[in-house]
């Protein structure tokens, strides 16, 4: 018995804002949230600019006491996770709570909380680290504390693969409601990367832009990293309907794989394989889909091979798709990464607006494909991808649905 | 440093960083030809680095084929007087 799963319920913080209506306002408009990054003083990185969630204040959302227990990239998932409930208008029921799941995807954890703690140490020699480390640094912190917040104890996990986390994460979930395993889950992903130690190692790995973040154009010159959480509520479409809940879309597939072919350097065969997974979860055609929110991290392996995956499966369809990226303004999440894109390409379909890809500048033979150059483009469409490619070979993609209903 | 010493550097590093023997690393030899890809280059220029003590741009960093561009890279470097001189963004 497979169900339709609808999703009733978006939240995303963001270096757009902290809030879905900014996030959809700052795409829809091409407005990116890129600048220098502040949480690092200046002249210390080989990149100075960041999409960093700004005037985040914590006291805001949680009292001092819950601010100790949560690393910056848990309280970014918290705060998406209630918004997206809020936004999905839920009644809990004992019974609801015992069926609902949570999974998110998370790449690093609270690496920040865990550099604070070993500057301390080895540094300024001082001896002992916060008993309060360990809770904060797991990557299941937001998922936890998710739970805890809103009393839900159904099943409840965090997926780590890298930058396909939480396409990985809203992929279980998304299964687990289709097949009736769970009545409602709650997914998504969040991320906080700006601490000194982990962005020397981007710095090193030579990927991150000196400037800012251009998929697909000729002149890219690498991602921009960012931050931030975003969440959804998915529920079977008999339950949304008859409860009256508001309808972004519905998830209608899921596919991924694993390239084995490089730790780091990407593989068209590896991400077609997804694709068509997905494609097929779906029972689709490759015609049927009319956009693609792309991995498109603006690195020169990523964009051409990405290229090169979806021309081989879409053949000459893929003259005929539209593709952005809108990591070009929310910038690379990572773990939350999926997640945000997710929430992009459903707002997309329900508002009949693709986002662009920003800061494009000039067409690259080797990226040739309706990228959405730099202005938000009207079309109904009604089945769209989106993408996820990971350091470790590792690709997960998801296929969404306009409402019909 | 004499030219000659440089080289004789940078091999060592090469053949230490790809486990291979250092007679198999002349600086004719290109990345393609060692069998070293993305990801072991951005670990030798790592190694190169910390050696001489300079920075390397990524943008320089992305049009090294082969072992004398290592090399030439480094003697432009230390020749700029950059060892030593705080990375700047």
Not at chain 1, 249 to 260: L, P
Not at chain 2, 43 to 48: K, M
């Amino acid at each position: 018995m497979n169900r339709r799963v609808v999703v009733t319920g978006a939240g995303v913080v963001s270096s757009l804002g902290h809030n879905r209506n900014d996030f959809w306002s700052a795409l829809s408009a091409g407005q990116p949230g890129v600048g220098p990054i502040q949480a690092i003083q200046r002249g210390l990185l080989r990149f100075p600019n960041g999409a960093e969630v700004r005037n985040w204040n914590p006291a805001v959302y949680f009292d001092e006491k819950e601010i100790g227990l949560l690393d910056r990239f848990a309280q970014f998932g918290a705060v998406a996770a209630r918004e997206a409930v809020a936004d999905a208008a839920i009644e809990w029921t004992a019974g609801l709570r015992e069926n609902t799941a949570i999974v998110t995807g998370c790449c690093v954890g609270g690496q920040g909380t865990e550099d604070e703690g070993f500057v301390n140490l080895y540094r300024n020699n001082i001896p002992r680290v916060n008993p309060l480390t360990i809770p904060r640094t797991m990557e299941n912190a937001a998922a936890s504390r998710i739970s805890l917040e809103m009393g839900i104890v159904g099943p409840t996990y965090t997926v780590s693969t890298a930058c396909s986390s939480s396409n990985h994460a809203i992929g279980q979930a998304f299964w687990m409601v289709r097949s009736g395993a769970v009545e409602m889950a709650l997914t998504g992903g969040s991320e906080a990367v700006f601490s000194l130690g982990f962005l020397k190692a981007w710095e090193a790995m030579r990927v991150v832009s000196p400037d800012t973040c251009r998929p697909f154009s000729k002149d890219r010159r690498g991602l921009i990293l960012g931050e931030g959480g975003a969440m959804l509520v998915l529920e079977p479409l008999e339950s949304a309907r008859a409860r009256g809940a508001k309808i972004y879309g519905e998830i209608v597939g899921f596919g991924m794989s694993s390239d084995a072919f490089h730790i780091t350097q990407p593989s068209p065969d590896g991400a077609a394989r997804a694709i068509r997974g997905a494609l097929a979860d779906a029972a689709l055609k490759p015609e049927d889909i009319g956009y693609i929110n792309a991995h498109g991290t603006a690195t020169q392996a990523n964009d051409v091979t990405e290229t090169a995956a979806i021309r081989k499966v879409f053949g000459a369809h893929a003259d005929r798709l539209a593709v952005s990226s809108t990591k070009s303004m929310h910038g690379h999440t990572l773990g939350a990464a999926g997640a945000m894109e997710g929430v992009a390409t459903l707002l997309s379909l329900q508002h009949g607006l693709l986002p662009p890809t920003a800061n494009y500048r000039e067409p690259d033979p080797a990226c040739d494909l309706d990228v959405v150059p730099n202005t938000a483009r009207a079309a109904q469409v009604e089945y769209a991808l989106s993408n996820s490619f990971a350091f470790g070979g590792l690709n997960a993609v998801l296929v969404f649905r306009r409402a019909t209903v | 440093m004499s030219y000659e010493e440089l080289t004789e550097r940078v091999r060592k590093i090469i053949a230490s960083a790809q486990h291979l023997p250092q007679e198999k690393i002349t600086p004719d030899s290109t990345f393609a030809e060692l069998g070293i890809d993305s990801l072991d280059g951005i670990n030798i220029l790592f190694a190169v680095e910390s050696e001489f003590n300079i920075n390397i741009p990524d943008d320089a960093a992305q049009n090294i084929r082969s072992v004398r561009d290592v090399i030439d890279g480094i003697a432009k470097l230390l020749e700029g007087g950059q060892a030593g001189q705080p990375v700047s963004a």
